[in-house]
Each structure stands twice: as C-alpha cells, then as structure tokens.
C-alpha cells in the first residue's frame, strides 16, 4: 500500500470524526451586538464554505459545515433581551459595578453565552457571578466562591 493512500485514508478518518460542537441547554438570551455577531459568524461562514468548495478541500468543508450547523441552531433559537431602561435590579443586558471585600473593583457586562468574554468585561448570564447577581439592587451584597462583592452601580 502507498504511503498517499494511507495518508488520505488518515484524512478521511478525521474528517468522519471531527464530531459536533456541543450546544448549550441553557436559553440562547442575546443582546443586539449578540445577535449581529452571530449574523456576521453565518455570512462569513458560508463564503468560507463557498471557497472551500470551489477548492475541492474536504476537510475545510467539513469543518465549516459543522461550524455553520452550530451557528445556524443559535440563530434559530436566540432570544433578543433588553434590560428595561428604568430597571433598579441586575438584568441581563446590563453594566454592573462591583466592589470586592479587598476593595478591588469590577465591571461586569451581562450578556449571552456565545458574547461573554471576561478578559474584555462581558460575562455569561449562566455564569456563577451573574447568577448570583440577578434581581439584586445597588447596595446589595453577592457571594462568589466565597468572596462578597457589593453592587455599588448599574447601567
């Protein structure tokens, strides 16, 4: 057998196993910039897969069509959420500003799973820091793996 036979098989093999990506059980809540994320991730996904198949690569589509699988079951299952504007209480949507025990600070940007991105200040509302944060006021008090955190703003 060829060395070019076995690679090719190897790739096939790969290809056949690249499995799906996990969707969450968890309600797909989503800001606008959210949902216009997930937009954008579809139409460059599909010219991706369009150039991918004009080149006859494979294992790109393969790749992309997963993706693409992914993302289409986002789109159909998001929920658009908006906090009210005169809302006293954390929602998702919503800047909170926090204030640790050690006198550190923090702001926190509650938004959907697919946005969250904490080194940037965004964290997922099924997050443990949101969660215990929901329906809380400023003045409040949170506990997070056992450091207290007071909500000292909105926005």
Known sequence: MSRAFTREEDSENAIAGIGERPVSPH??????????????????L???LAKAETESDRERMALLSRDLRYWNARRENAELS????DSDVVRFGMTVSLEGEDGGSVNWNIVGEDEADPASGSISHVSPMARALFGKKVGDVATVNGKEWEIVGLG
């Open 27 to 44: 309600r797909n809540l989503v800001t606008e910039k959210g949902l216009a994320s997930i937009e954008a991730e579809l139409l460059r």
């Open 46 to 48: 599909r010219e991706e």
């Open 82 to 85: 908006k906090p009210e504007p």
